[in-house]
Nanobody
Framework: QVQLVESGGGLVQPGGSLRLSCAASRSIFSIYAMGWYRQAPGKQRELVARITSGGSTYYEDSVKGRFTISRDYAKNTLYLQMNSLKPEDTAVYYC??????????WGQGTQVTVSS
């Protein structure tokens, strides 16, 4: 089993930056991609960014050029650097860690609010 703890969310003005962290209770070295998802009020959870074991990244179109996903194996931590934040980025952000196609884990989420 894996425990994931997200942190780094908060209230930020439009154009500001935040860095989210997802600390895992075990090694995050996996053959499966880890990812950040978000869920805004009244909307479905959506994939924001993903990073494979080989380091390839994927970004949802609306965050390309503004968000960067990365990881630190030594710290068992996944990151999401978010720059040029917009009000539409407001959501609860979750990290996801798949151990297998049928077993994956989620953190408790961290709230990001972009507002002036």
């Amino acid at each position: 089993q894996v425990q994931l703890v997200e942190s780094g969310g908060g209230l930020v003005q439009p154009g500001g930056s935040l860095r989210l962290s997802c600390a895992a209770s075990r090694s995050i070295f996996s053959i499966y991609a880890m990812g950040w998802y978000r869920q805004a009020p009244g909307k479905q959870r959506e994939l924001v960014a993903r990073i494979t074991s080989g380091g390839s990244t994927y970004y949802e179109d609306s965050v390309k050029g503004r968000f960067t996903i990365s990881r630190d194996y030594a710290k068992n931590t996944l990151y999401l650097q978010m720059n040029s934040l917009k009000p539409e980025d407001t959501a609860v952000y979750y990290c996801n860690y798949p151990l297998s196609p049928s077993e994956d884990y989620w953190g408790q989420g961290t709230q990001v609010t972009v507002s002036s």
